[in-house]
């Protein structure tokens, strides 16, 4: 199926997604903490998402936190019959703003239902577990195993409709999957990082959705940013930059959008979750799954 905003993937018999959608992680406030600076223009983002024909939105209770489930849940619910909201378990906040692991059976148990409570559902469309495997949370002391059993055990019990992992190495993705069916996967990803690119190529061969967090590298891939203030792993070099700006001015578009149209041309698995709190970089993100690089320009990109 297609869409003027990009072709479909499904992820199972009954979760399919348009490959370009929306991450909630820039609507509460700064250090994604507390209620956004305008609240009205966050929840006019969430309707003009699904208005251009976002299909997919990546959230979690931890981002505000509360924010962005309670924002999600105003803006859009009742939710329209072909919208996915996917959300993460396994971190908390607390008044320390600090991302704390969380992955007990009893706090992932809780953090479910915290989820279904904010976002009125009656039970969540995907709920990834998030743990420590790519470097940027320290993981949690729980065994894996028994976290990702957890869930499995919520799947079973009907709160759950599918499962996803977050920040996983390979040797967790193949675990997790002798467990219960994984349909997704979030790992960093982008452009000026491919520290990913294993876990990518084993959700290739076993046709898993693979959704880059980050996909715009944290947002230092706009211009006028100090890259010296990127996260680890997020802060693009002039070379990147100078050959997304040269592609782009081919193309009549931005770097931005070379940028995610690369993420979903890279690979058949891909999905974009561009977040930003607004309308007018929401529509510059939406017009990139319209975007078809030339071979010779994914080639160029890939080698990067």
């Known amino acids: ?23 909630a992680m820039h609507l509460p406030g700064p250090g994604v903490w507390g209620p956004p600076p305008d609240r009205d223009a966050a929840l006019a983002v969430l309707r003009g998402a699904v208005e251009l024909g976002v299909t997919h939105i990546d959230t979690a209770d931890f981002y505000g936190p509360h924010v962005a489930n309670d924002l999600i849940r105003e803006a859009l619910h009742p939710y329209p019959d072909d919208l996915v909201v996917a959300t993460k378990v396994g971190v908390v906040r607390d008044g320390s703003r600090a991302w704390t692991p969380a992955a007990d059976p009893a706090s992932l148990r809780a953090q479910v239902e915290e989820n279904l409570a ?79 690119a294993d876990v990518l190529s084993a959700c290739e061969a076993a046709g898993i959705a693979f ?7 944290a947002g230092m891939l706009r211009p006028g940013l100090d ?3 990127a996260p680890p792993g997020m802060a693009p070099d002039a070379g990147h930059l100078g050959t997304l700006d ?18 979903l041309a890279h690979s058949p698995v891909t999905l ?7 309308l007018a970089h929401l529509r ?21």
């Open 1 to 23: 199926m297609t869409h003027p905003i990009g072709e479909s993937l499904r992820l199972a018999d009954d979760l399919v997604v348009r490959r370009l959608g929306y991450g």
């Open 118 to 196: 904010r976002l009125g559902a009656d039970a969540l469309d995907l709920v990834y577990l998030r743990v420590g495997g790519d470097g940027l949370l320290p993981p949690d002391t729980t065994p894996f195993a028994e976290s990702f059993g957890a869930l499995a055990e919520l799947r079973e019990r009907g709160l759950v409709r599918h499962l996803g992992l977050s920040g996983v190495t390979t040797g967790q993705l193949a675990e997790a999957r002798r467990i219960a069916p994984v349909v997704a996967v979030q790992n960093r990803f982008h452009v000026a990082d491919r520290s990913g």
């Open 211 to 217: 959704v880059p967090y980050f996909p715009l590298a």
């Open 227 to 229: 890259l010296s203030q």
């Open 246 to 263: 040269e592609i782009a001015g081919r193309y009549g578009a931005t770097r931005i959008q070379v940028a995610l149209a690369w993420v």
């Open 272 to 278: 974009a979750i561009p977040g930003t709190s607004s």
């Open 284 to 304: 510059e993100n939406v017009a990139a799954a319209a975007m078809a690089l030339g071979p010779d320009d994914v080639a160029v990109l890939d080698k990067l």
